[in-house]
């Protein structure tokens, strides 16, 4: 990445592009690389270079920001290396999952203030991951109103150990590391040693796809939607 976060805005209402492209214009550091009013613009503009983050919206004309954000992170040529930041008023579990299943590297809400937005992209640029306190409550409601998880854990969490497959269960299911550390009487930096092992043992880039990984070994009693 070049000095600066170059951001490509991609949502299809032009008055909601124009505001971020406002609010993102005056912060030292990050350039507006373009707009993009669908999908579809939005892939061609990331393989055409200059873009480090893509903030994206879902719900889009034609291509929306699922398939594009798929798109462009399984891109192995120009879009190598861009992280996508969603941006959209749906914060439900369903489109946290497909998104971060996808690629998305953050998943905020259009309801977040100025300055959390340009921390986040910042963040992801970095190659680091969030998900809104919303989305992560939409993950944690989902998980508290399973069915009972089953006896056995699921095979694909077979490699972790008893510890790892405990605590990965419980980022899953919305809570924070200092959450689980008092959960289970640990240090946080305790609990994040063992994110992090289990993480490399998952091959789960960070913790977004962590979560996805947990919902899709069936661990929770329920399949990712």
């Known amino acids: 990445m070049t000095d600066g976060v170059r951001v490509l805005i991609a949502d299809d209402q032009a008055l909601i592009r124009a505001g971020l492209a406002g609010i993102l214009g005056s912060e030292p550091g990050i350039t507006v690389a373009g707009e993009a009013a669908d999908g579809t613009a939005a892939v061609q503009a990331v393989r055409a ?26 891109d192995p040529g120009a879009s190598s290396g861009v992280a996508v930041l969603v941006l959209t008023t749906f914060e439900t579990d369903v489109n946290v999952l497909d998104a971060v299943a996808a690629g998305a590297r953050g998943y905020l809400g259009k309801d977040a203030d100025p300055e959390t937005v340009v921390d986040a992209i910042r963040l992801v640029a970095r190659g680091q ?3 809104s306190p919303k989305a992560m409550a939409a993950l944690a409601s989902r998980a508290t109103t399973a069915a009972v998880p089953p006896a056995r854990p699921a095979v694909a969490l077979d490699a972790l150990t008893d510890r790892e497959r405990e605590i990965v269960i419980l980022v899953a299911t919305g809570l924070t590391n200092d959450d689980i550390a008092g959960r289970l009487t640990i240090s946080p930096l305790t609990v994040k040693t063992h994110v992090n092992r289990a993480m490399t043992k998952l091959g789960a880039r960070d913790r977004a796809a962590l979560i996805v990984a947990v919902y899709d070994s069936g661990a929770l009693g329920i399949p990712r939607p």
């Open 49 to 74: 270079g200059g873009v480090d983050v893509v903030l994206m919206d879902l719900r889009m004309p034609g291509m929306d920001g699922i398939e594009a954000t798929r798109q462009i992170t399984a």
């Open 129 to 131: 991951s969030l998900l």
